[in-house]
């Protein structure tokens, strides 16, 4: 075997292994029961247990990508929102400092809203396509 088993991509177990029944080869986690991706078959050059592995590794370095993409998603868009609700505290503090003269803040309120809202659109759009 040449490579190194990844844990396993669901529960995060460090040790599980490969097995065969028949002629099905897999790895096998026997902390959570996940297994596969199966192996029938192989080429003449190929070794079943080293395919069942790559196959094991691969999926769990993409589960652990998409971990990672849902991490960086959840950081972000909380990073955005504590940036909205900070502009906009800061609209409303200004408004109450300038209590009676309301009538000349509301259209420059409302403008710096919009700005505030279309940045934030942009940040999103920023993230969706890294
Ligand atoms: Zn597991």
Not at 28 to 50: I, K, N, R
Not at 55 to 62: F, G, P, Q, V
Request: aromatic share 6%.
């Amino acid at each position: 075997m040449s490579d190194d088993l990844k844990p396993c991509p669901f529960c995060g177990w460090d040790a599980p292994y490969v097995r065969t029944t028949g002629l099905e080869t897999e790895v096998y986690c026997q902390s959570c029961t996940a297994v596969g991706p199966l192996v029938h078959s192989v080429g003449p050059d190929e070794d079943v247990d080293e395919v069942a592995i790559e196959l094991w590794n691969r999926r769990a370095l993409e589960a652990r990508i998409k971990h990672l993409e849902r991490e960086r998603d959840e950081v972000w868009n909380a990073a955005v929102e504590a940036a909205a609700a900070a502009v906009r505290q800061a609209l409303v503090d200004a408004a109450h400092s300038h209590r009676g003269q309301e009538g000349k803040l509301t259209s420059a309120f409302f403008k710096a809203e919009d700005y505030a809202s279309n940045a934030i659109l942009a940040l999103r759009k920023g993230a969706d396509h890294d």
